[in-house]
C-alpha cells in the first residue's frame, strides 16, 4: 500500500488520477444532495455529520503524514506547508460550522463562517478545475490535494441542502473585509518567513484567467473579481427564495 501511494508518477499520470478521483468525488456530492434534501432521520443526520467531521480530520492526517513520513521526495517547510492557504481556511471553515451544528452551538457567527468558506470555496473549486502539481509527485500527492479540495465542496453541499444554511447579501461583504484583514495578517506572516501563503507575494502556476498578470495586479484583479463573484454565488439562494415565495 505504501509503495502504491509512494511511486513517484508523471503529470499526465497524476493528471489521470486527478480526473478519476473528482469524477467519484462528483458522484458523491450528488449523492449528498440528495440525501441532504430528502433525509428526515435526525439520528442518520448527525451521524452522516459527524462521519463528515472526522473525514476531514482524517484527511488532514493523512495529508500530513504523506508529506512527513510516506513521500521522500516532499520536503516539510514552514514557509509552505502551514494551514494559510484560502482553500485551508475555507476547509476549516466547513468543519467548524459542521461542528457547531453537530454540538447544537448555532450562533450568528455559523453563517459568517459558512458565507466566508462559501465564497472562499470556489477557490477550492477553481483547484480542482485547473489543478496546480507544485509539490505534487506521487499518488499519494494527489489524493491529499484532491481531497482538500474536494471536502470543502462536499462539506458545503451537507451544510446547504441538509441545514439551509444560506449565502445572504451582507455575507457577500462581511467574506470580502475578512479576505482583506486575513491578507494584512498573512502578508506580514509571509514577510518573515519568506513564504508564498494565501499566493500573496506571486500568483500559482496555473491556467486561469483570474490569475494573470504579476504582482501586484492579479491580485488587483481578484479583488474587482470578488464581490462580482460573490453576488454571482449568491444568485442560487436568491432564485430559491423568490421560488419560495412565489
Not at 501511494?5 to 467519484?24: G, K, M, S, V, W
Not at 506547508?81 to 450562533?107: A, E, G, R
Request: charged share 10%; net charge positive.
Amino acid at each position: 500500500m505504501i509503495n502504491l501511494i509512494n511511486t513517484p508518477l508523471t503529470d499526465q499520470e497524476l493528471y489521470n488520477a486527478h480526473y478519476q478521483i473528482t469524477f467519484y468525488m462528483v458522484i458523491i456530492w450528488i449523492i449528498f444532495a440528495f440525501l441532504g434534501y430528502y433525509l428526515k432521520s435526525k439520528k442518520m443526520i448527525n451521524k452522516i455529520t459527524f462521519l463528515l467531521i472526522f473525514l476531514s480530520f482524517v484527511q488532514e492526517i493523512f495529508d500530513y503524514i504523506n508529506r512527513i513520513f510516506v513521500n521522500d521526495l516532499y520536503q516539510m517547510r514552514i514557509s509552505a506547508d502551514l494551514p494559510l492557504q484560502l482553500c485551508h481556511i475555507s476547509y476549516w471553515f466547513t468543519v467548524v460550522c459542521l461542528i457547531m451544528i453537530y454540538f447544537n452551538k448555532k450562533s450568528k457567527y455559523l453563517n459568517h463562517l459558512f458565507s466566508c468558506a462559501y465564497i472562499f470555496g470556489f477557490g477550492a473549486f477553481q483547484g480542482i478545475v485547473t489543478v496546480d502539481l507544485t509539490g505534487i509527485y506521487t499518488l499519494g500527492d494527489m489524493i491529499a490535494l484532491n481531497l482538500q479540495h474536494s471536502i470543502i465542496v462536499l462539506n458545503l453541499i451537507w451544510l446547504i441542502f441538509c441545514f439551509g444554511l444560506k449565502l445572504e447579501l451582507k455575507g457577500i461583504f462581511i467574506a470580502f473585509i475578512f479576505l482583506n484583514l486575513l491578507a494584512l495578517i498573512i502578508g506580514v506572516i509571509n514577510y518573515f518567513l519568506n513564504s508564498n501563503y494565501m499566493f500573496l507575494c506571486s500568483p500559482p502556476k496555473v491556467d486561469n484567467i483570474l490569475i494573470s498578470g504579476g504582482w501586484p495586479f492579479y491580485i488587483i484583479n481578484i479583488e474587482l473579481f470578488f464581490i462580482v463573484m460573490g453576488y454571482f454565488l449568491y444568485l442560487p439562494f436568491k432564485v430559491v427564495n423568490i421560488l419560495k415565495r412565489n
